[in-house]
């Protein structure tokens, strides 16, 4: 026997018009930025709007992830696609990784080969790109923060983060002449963009080598079980997260008596929902083994 409580949580509409809002913005500012910092000979402002750049196709590939989340299961997948904003989050995050390495090395290059810049014109485009990205930030953050709004706005942060990177070079610029705080600053900004992106990296890895999410405590959830009224033990317990807003559960459940199943699973399900927001349990019951639940009960648990 087993029981599976089917409540399934449709939030992708919500995080792809907010995805689609996102990228609208981020796509229309890039090119006037690469545009301007090839002009000005900034670094920062180049970098930057690579970023931006590379972005788009983030947030194109997440808004992607996003309505394939929202289609229903098939036979071929019966779980749904929901799996796919978790790949979506892996690949933003190994394009971060990719492109911190560039934006590092072309910084150490600019150390070897000082360059002229116009600190005016990298003041006051990143002055409204600082505005752009904010604009987009509060429209990211509206939506639902699943694994694949979490990449794009790691992307976002990042474009923030270096539209401050800018302007703070373009100010310095202006006022001192000091050429070198350009690449200084892209290299700070890349420090950050990467610790963002590795931790993205491992909790995208966690998810799709179906660990216990990070919120649940298994230790928890099997005392939340074994709480329950009839319940003897619980073994071949299996938490992992099927999507970025689903959790799924499997495990044995040792009762003493067959026919008050029903009862116990219902109390079960409550219990899993209400305390661990765990939406999808299949729990199968068994009798206890002469010797072991009833004398023995740690052999159970």
């Known amino acids: 026997m087993s029981s599976h409580d ?6 992708a509409p919500s995080s792809r018009s907010a995805l689609i809002g996102a990228l609208s913005l981020t796509l229309a500012f890039a090119g006037v930025e690469f545009v301007a ?10 970098a930057d709007a690579g970023h931006m750049l590379t972005d788009s196709s983030a947030l194109g590939l997440a808004a992607f992830a996003a309505w394939m989340a929202g289609r229903p299961p098939s036979k071929r997948r019966t779980w749904g696609y929901g799996r796919t904003e978790v790949l979506a989050a892996l690949v933003n995050g190994a394009i971060m990784l990719a492109l911190v390495g560039s934006i590092a090395w072309h910084a150490l290059e600019r150390f070897q080969q000082p360059r002229e810049i116009s600190g005016a014109t990298v003041l006051g485009v990143a002055l409204i790109g600082l505005v752009v990205n904010l604009l987009v930030f509060w429209v990211l953050s509206r939506g639902e923060r699943n694994l694949n709004v979490r990449g794009a706005l790691l992307h ?7 539209s401050v990177a800018a302007l703070a ?7 001192t002449g000091w050429t070198p705080i350009d690449p200084i600053l892209s290299l700070l900004i890349c420090v950050l963009i990467l610790v963002a992106a590795v ?10 080598m179906e660990g216990v999410p990070q919120n649940l405590d298994i230790d928890r959830v ?3 079980m074994v709480a329950v009224p009839g319940v003897q033990g619980i073994h071949d317990l299996h938490v992992w997260q099927v999507s970025s807003d689903r959790v799924a559960l499997s495990a ?3 009762v003493a008596d067959l026919g008050e199943w029903p ?14 927001d765990i939406d999808h349990p299949t729990l199968q019951p068994e009798l206890p083994e002469p010797g072991s639940c009833q004398h023995q009960p740690e052999a159970c648990r």
């Open 6 to 11: 089917h409540q399934h949580h449709h939030h």
């Open 199 to 208: 931790r993205l990296l491992m909790d995208s890895a966690h998810v799709v």
């Open 263 to 276: 009862a116990t699973l219902a109390a079960l399900n409550h219990a899993l929902l209400e305390a661990h």
């Open 169 to 175: 070079s373009g100010l310095v610029i202006m006022t």
């Open 156 to 162: 976002v942060l990042g474009d923030l983060l270096g």
């Open 37 to 46: 910092g090839l002009w000005a000979g900034s670094l920062a402002l180049v």
């Open 222 to 224: 099997r005392s939340s």
């Open 252 to 254: 044995h459940v040792v």
